[in-house]
């Protein structure tokens, strides 16, 4: 039997070229309600911040238990992923960083002192038609008029000890914050429609979503897509 090679191509779900489900990281339980909230700092994905968004991939788990399954995010990025080789977790780490460079990956980092403990890939909707998760995965979501500027939330990890605390919640806080400041007109999300599990659910919660302001838009592919409208008063 021939081994699929995996690849990154749902945020923390895995699959081979021929689109096969091989594997799947443990993502958290992005549910605000458990668990005591923690204060956190949050910093934008920046070159100097490199390391400690590639530490933190190497040292999350996955639940598989196998280091060969680290995404490292790069099949959500502003880049078209012709040609790019993704079949090993020292592959995708490279590209990582060669994107984080380049301003193709971005995203925040949640901080407890020094120590990453969360992270949320968030980008230019249009700039990540070309990715390779959005290829394989997001094909049913309708593209935007050009002139409407979108942020898209596209994946959370959250390390396992500081699960159901919060920290996605906080994280899209600062996208949202952000994306307002920076002149988008929406953010848009794209929680499953119903709760799969935990490794399936890395987009978010709907319920997350409609505490912090969004509305349900129109559902595809089983996908509720979610926008907060930044134009509004009392955003």
């Given amino acids: 039997m021939k081994r699929i090679a995996p690849v990154c191509a749902a945020g923390n779900t895995y699959f081979g070229w021929n689109g096969e489900r091989i594997a799947a990281w443990g993502e958290p339980g992005l549910s605000v309600k458990a668990g005591k909230a923690v204060n956190i700092e949050i910093r934008k994905l920046t070159e100097d911040r490199a390391g400690d968004y590639l530490h933190f991939f190497d040292v999350t788990p996955h639940s598989t238990g196998k280091d060969e399954h680290r995404c490292y995010c790069v099949c959500w990025a502003g880049e078209d992923c012709g040609g790019r080789d993704f079949t090993t977790a020292e592959k995708r780490r490279a590209v990582a960083a060669e994107y ?64 159901r605390k919060g920290i996605a919640a906080q994280l899209l806080s600062r996208v949202c914050d952000d994306a307002a400041e920076d002149g988008f007109d929406f953010v848009e999300a794209y929680p499953n429609r119903l709760f799969v599990s935990e490794e399936d659910d890395f987009m978010g919660a709907v319920g997350m979503y409609e505490k912090a302001g969004f509305e349900p838009f129109y559902e595809a592919g089983g996908k509720i897509i979610m926008r907060k409208n930044l134009k509004q008063r009392g955003r």
């Fill in 100 to 163: 984080i460079k380049s301003g193709a990956l971005q995203g925040y980092l949640a901080y407890i002192g020094h120590k990453v403990v969360g992270w949320c890939n968030a980008n230019a909707k249009s700039d990540c038609y070309d990715c390779l998760s959005w290829k394989m995965f997001m094909q049913d979501i309708k593209k935007d008029e050009p002139g409407i500027r979108v942020k898209s939330v596209f994946c959370y990890a959250v390390a396992p000890e500081m699960r």
